[in-house]
């Protein structure tokens, strides 16, 4: 059977690739090396020096922006081989992405951008949403190996799927910042979060923020940490990117992405995203419970 491999051993990258191993045999490689030798014990991959992952006929990638991406691809790019397939599940740049495809394209390397949607539950489950950018045909060629996906969508030629991922996390952020700030109010006229929350999520203002986000870890003060702050205050920065190419107005996504850049400067880059609530919470002086 065809190996495939995988880059990026992450919060999303390390439960995807074990999606992978239990239907392929699968490479694995990380910078922090330890982490490639825990998947190969936990899920039977096999743990790789880099130049190794060029065995594979189809490559993922999953760093934190396309910068990550094309590094690593220019230090594989001796021993890779033509007809390979590059699947970048990265939430990356489109423009970046088109000249790394580019760049790939010269050695007979296939780069699809393959970014995923569903946090790091729906990468444990294999639920994940995937949006892909490239050619029809490769999208079809590598869509059996995307053993993570829960629904698979070819959005467009390559950078279309980074577009697609920026607006997506555009719309998260403004969907729970706008729900932490009308939570506020609410708990301050003495209405519970829970109740509150009970009437919107079965009402027209619900949205993910409203009915996994908040209930399962501003109410109970959890505040697990699986998307950085960090990373999306980057996906929105892609956002303002594929918004000047439109040149159309984008007050609300504008003022948005300043809201949560002051909020990374606050907290720290490694906050959890949901965390952006605190803030909101340290100018309210009450908690949203
Ligand atoms: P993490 O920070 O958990 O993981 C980042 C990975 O990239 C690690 O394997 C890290 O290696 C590796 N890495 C970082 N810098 C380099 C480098 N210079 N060279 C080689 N490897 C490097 O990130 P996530 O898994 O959360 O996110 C990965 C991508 O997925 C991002 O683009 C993010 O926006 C996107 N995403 C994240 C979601 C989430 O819920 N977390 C949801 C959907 C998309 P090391 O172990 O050595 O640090």
């Known amino acids: 059977m065809e190996k495939v491999a995988f ?26 090396f330890a982490k490639a030798l825990k998947h190969q014990a936990e899920f039977g991959s096999e743990a790789v020096p880099l130049e190794r992952v060029a065995e594979a006929q189809v490559i993922f990638t999953c760093l934190p922006t396309t910068q990550e991406v ?18 970048d599940a990265t939430s990356g740049e489109p423009e970046a992405s088109r000249r790394l495809a580019e760049r790939l394209g010269e050695k007979g390397v296939t780069y699809l951008d393959a970014p995923v949607s569903g946090g790091t539950v729906g990468a444990e489950k294999g639920t994940l949403t995937v949006m ?6 490769a999208v079809e060629r590598v869509k059996p190996y995307l053993a993570y996906a829960g629904k698979v969508v070819h959005v467009g030629p390559v950078g279309a799927g980074h577009a697609v991922k920026a ?8 969907n729970l910042w706008a729900a932490g700030e009308g ?4 708990v301050r006229q003495g ?9 919107i999520n079965a009402s027209s203002g619900r949205s993910n923020a409203t009915e996994n986000l908040i209930p399962q870890r501003v109410l109970t003060r959890a505040f697990p940490k699986t998307f950085a702050l960090g990373l999306l205050v ?21 003022l948005t992405r300043e809201l949560y850049e002051m909020a990374k400067r606050e907290l720290s880059p490694e906050a959890d995203h949901v965390e952006a609530l605190k803030l909101l919470e340290r100018w309210a002086g009450v908690e949203i419970r």
């Open 191 to 199: 209405v519970p979060g829970e109740k509150a929350l009970e009437v």
């Open 234 to 254: 980057k996906d929105l920065g892609i956002a303002m990117g594929v918004l000047e190419g439109a040149k159309d107005p984008s007050p609300l996504l504008r």
């Open 7 to 32: 880059i990026g051993l992450g919060a999303m990258g390390y439960p995807m690739a074990g999606h992978l191993a239990k239907r392929f045999p699968t490479l694995v490689w990380n910078r922090t």
């Open 167 to 174: 607006i997506n996390n555009a719309l998260l952020a403004v």
């Open 183 to 186: 939570l506020l109010a609410l």
């Open 132 to 137: 892909m950018g490239g050619e029809a045909e």
């Open 70 to 87: 094309a590094e690593v691809a220019e230090a594989l790019l001796p021993h890779l081989r033509p007809g390979t397939y590059w699947v």
